[in-house]
């Protein structure tokens, strides 16, 4: 292994960060599909759920299990990621996350029953449940603090372009028979696609390395060095393996830990951000974006446009996303863009309240919301909950958020088709608008500003602040 390390030293030596960033980008591309996962079976249900109303004769409440239903497999995976990981390490468990993936959606495409449906559904959230907490997590432990914000937010320009991905796919599928045949047939085949990509991510996943800090942690050193070398060349990657040890030498990390004075309030940003990010009403809009369009006055086939419209909005802007995070911040980027999404969802609900709703103004105001998500609260969210946790906790501390945010997502999924029905799209909206107002006032009094440190000097900022 020595002539390996020196070998690996001389080439970073030789070609500086442009080989190294090199490594780490392909690395991250790869975890990130674990991304495209999450969008692409989220999504997917978009288009499937009027046609599954039909053959099984779902009521409003039903409905919204067959959204929702995912979500709880999910809950059940992200709570689950950080014992799992923290025991087996990040790459095994993203490999079993392929393979729940894959049985799900095929699962998914073949029940007879809305119960078998269900069940499949479950148990390919289990895998988006730790793809979408366990990626961000490893994209960010192989990152340079420099670059980190941008390659861990390839996950969300993942996620964006298997939504997008997937509405395409929907909408061509739809297109290939009559009414009877998309009910009977279409949306099995909108389910069973999610194969392709599950293979994919599988058999990729082959070719990453293991986490280095996870490696470190289990007191693998030697077999991080390598790796590291590859990222940052031969005096930074020992400088890092030395740091990251220090991390380790404090009380070996716990749930109770977390609890502990020093973490309360890192817990606090990582699982109120999580919470925020979903009760501001994106999912409604991703989940339900064909009856929301159809509720203002648009056909099938307009709303089917006009959802694939709001998918290309949202990839475009992620990328810009990816492009800003590193360089304005992450806490500048949720303040404008949580104060942005205040404003169309008030706007919006003026729209539906006063019986304008009929016209471009609300098909407008959604699209700038989902671009200021996009740019924002989408990408920014993830990176923060991955970076903002010390070494000994991060894989409990990311599960938990991640777990927080699923299960407002539930919440959210599940509550948003009686709310539309009953309480009606106006107040439905303005309740939305009232949490990104919530959101801008979180961020600017507690989130801290991330850019650009280390994750040893994040864990040092939590440590000053109860100082």
């Known amino acids: 292994m020595s002539s390996n390390i020196q070998q690996l030293s001389g080439q970073a030596q030789l070609s500086g960060q442009q080989i190294s960033m090199k490594f780490v ?17 989220t999504a997917v249900v978009s288009g499937a759920v009027g046609f599954m109303q039909k053959r099984f004769d779902l009521n409003e409440f039903q409905v919204g299990w067959a959204v929702s239903s995912l979500i709880v497999g999910c809950i059940v995976g992200a709570l689950a990621t950080g014992v799992l990981s923290d025991k087996f390490g990040r790459k095994k468990i993203l490999i079993m996350a392929a393979i729940l993936f894959v049985i799900g959606s095929i699962g998914s495409a073949i029940p007879d ?48 372009t298997g939504i997008s991905l997937v509405y395409f796919v929907n909408l061509w599928i739809s297109g290939l028979g009559d009414d009877a045949w998309d009910v009977s047939t279409a949306w099995r085949w909108m389910f069973g696609a999610g194969v392709v990509p599950g293979v994919l991510f599988l058999v990729l996943l082959f070719l990453v390395p293991e986490s280095p800090r996870w490696l470190i942690k289990q007191g693998r050193a030697a077999e991080s060095l390598p790796i590291l070398l590859r990222i940052h060349g031969e ?3 020992k400088q890092e393996v030395l740091e990251i040890k220090e991390s380790f030498k404090e009380e070996k990390g716990s749930f109770r830990q977390l609890f502990s004075p020093s973490l309360r309030m890192a817990l606090i940003v990582g699982v109120a951000l999580a919470i925020l990010q979903q009760v501001t009403g994106i999912n409604a ?36 996303a990816i492009w800003l995070i590193d360089k304005v911040g992450r806490k500048a980027l949720l303040l404008v863009g949580s104060a942005a999404m205040t404003v169309c969802l008030a706007v919006i609900g003026i729209a539906f309240h006063t019986g304008h709703a009929s016209g471009p103004l609300v098909l407008i105001f959604i699209l700038i919301y989902v671009a200021a998500f996009a740019v924002s609260l989408g990408p920014v969210v993830w990176v923060v909950i991955s970076e903002i946790f010390p070494n000994r906790v991060r894989g409990i501390a990311t599960s938990i958020s991640s777990m927080a945010l699923w299960a407002a997502d539930y919440v959210v999924s599940q509550a948003f088709p009686p709310m539309l029905g009953s309480a009606g799209p106006a107040l439905t909206f303005w309740i939305f608008g009232i949490m990104s107002l919530v959101t801008v006032l979180f961020t600017w009094r507690v989130v801290p500003e991330t850019k650009e440190k280390s994750l040893e000097e994040i864990e040092s900022i939590w440590a000053s602040k109860q100082a």
């Open 285 to 320: 809009v991703m989940y339900y974006a064909p009856e929301i369009f159809k509720e203002a006055g648009a056909g099938t086939n307009a709303a089917l446009i006009q959802t694939i419209l709001v998918g290309v909005i949202n990839l475009l802007f992620t990328i810009l």
């Open 25 to 41: 980008t392909l690395v991250s591309i790869v975890a990130a599909i674990g991304g495209l996962l999450f969008g692409f079976d």
């Open 235 to 237: 005096e930074l990657a």
């Open 113 to 160: 029953t809305f119960s078998g449906f269900i069940v499949a559904r479950m148990i390919g959230g289990l895998g988006i449940g730790i793809t979408s907490t366990l990626c961000p997590l490893y994209n960010a432990e192989i990152a340079p603090a420099k670059y980190r914000g941008r390659l861990v937010a390839l996950n969300q320009l993942a996620t964006v």
